[in-house]
């Protein structure tokens, strides 16, 4: 895909969430290596807990979801 001149892709950013980008998609990663997809919509994930990056596993979800528990208890006495 690089020097190809391509159609707008409608990116849309979650705050907590993955980073949603129309497909389909060419993703270079940090080591050089390139991951694809055809689907018409992927997740790439952006906390990097994901098990499957750079694709969202929704793993940010169960730390989320701690966080918030934390922040409702009581401190301990």
């Keep these: 895909m ?6 707008r892709r409608r990116v849309t950013l979650q705050r907590p969430g993955p ?6 998609v060419e993703v270079t ?7 694809s997809s055809d689907r018409f919509c992927v997740a790439l994930c952006t906390c990097r807990r994901s098990g499957i990056y750079p694709w969202c596993d929704t793993s940010h979800r169960r730390r989320a979801g701690a966080d918030a528990a934390r922040r409702t208890q009581p401190p301990p006495t």
Excluded: H, K, M, S
């Design 2 to 7: 690089p020097n190809v001149p391509a159609e």
């Design 19 to 24: 980073l949603l980008v129309e497909g389909p």
């Design 29 to 35: 990663l940090e080591d050089g290596t390139t991951v």
